[in-house]
């Protein structure tokens, strides 16, 4: 007697037709909710951890600046010297009215560079600053 | 004459096949490109530039003076205290100041030493905002029944009001 494999009769393919449309919702999802990353960090740095912190609403008005290990000063893509703090600070809040302006201090770093940071930043009325720090575990 | 046969398709239709290939490769293209993290941080408003050292002295009863010198030592008011004490401390202190008038609320005041550490620093910083957060969650407890961050902006604001958070960054003295 001869068997006959049965096979089913459906196809037994996943229908793929409607992965673009998946795909671009993730991509959609992902256009949503990230930001560009906007610059390259030429500093190491190792942000200190906190309890009580809160987040920054708004990713816009944040403008960072980077103090690495060996003390070295990046603002958006340069490193810069303390002397020209001021003018980029200034020029960045006549842009943004508002600014945040968010330190990425290395933990081990000393309290001098960041007061003189901090003169520069009065002497231009850019005020309101963030210590970036990350949620203790 | 040659005819010339016209290639007649019938339903012309764009090829769909690669499509998803496309969009994969779009999304793996943000997904390199964008940053999805949250910013967190201890959010601080600096003073106004003073031109002379002509300061309003603060009664003593009013402000809390928090040091931290370049030993790692942390001084409230003069008086050495591990770092988190100054939480407890301050605790203490805010709730004492909660019915007082605005004029007379605590103002904490911040000192560090150019040569301290940057971490001690925040640690302080964290531990003032902890105690400042824990009596307006308090205050809110008690008054709405809810925590403050679930308040709506009406009660939120008067709680504020009750219990401002005055942290004060003291005028770096000049370098020797």
Known sequence: MKFQKKRAATKQEIPTSSMPDIVFMLLLFFMVSTTLREVDVLVQYTLPEAEAIEKIENKRLISYIWVGTTGQIQINDN????????????????????????????????????TDIQQELRKVDARRINYSARLRQ | MVKIKKNKNKGAEIPTGSMADIAFLLLLFFLVATVID???????????????????????????????????????????????????????????KIDVPKKSKLVVSVKTDRKTNYNLYIQSLDQVNGAYAEVRDAYSMQTYGQKFNDLNDEQSRDVKDKIPKIVSLAEPESVK
């Open chain 1, 79 to 114: 490193l810069v010297n303390m002397n020209e703090i001021g003018p980029i600070m200034y020029q960045k809040r006549v842009d943004i009215p508002e600014v945040v302006v968010s330190f990425r201090v290395d933990v081990n770093s000393d309290m001098g560079i960041v």
């Open chain 2, 38 to 96: 949250v910013d967190t941080g201890i959010g601080l408003v600096l003073p106004e530039p003073v031109e002379d050292t002509d300061v309003t002295p603060i009664s003593k009863e009013r402000m809390a003076a928090l040091l931290v010198n370049e030993n790692g030592d942390v001084l409230l008011d003069g008086k050495v205290i591990a770092i988190p004490q100054i939480k407890e401390n301050l605790i203490e202190r805010i709730t004492s």
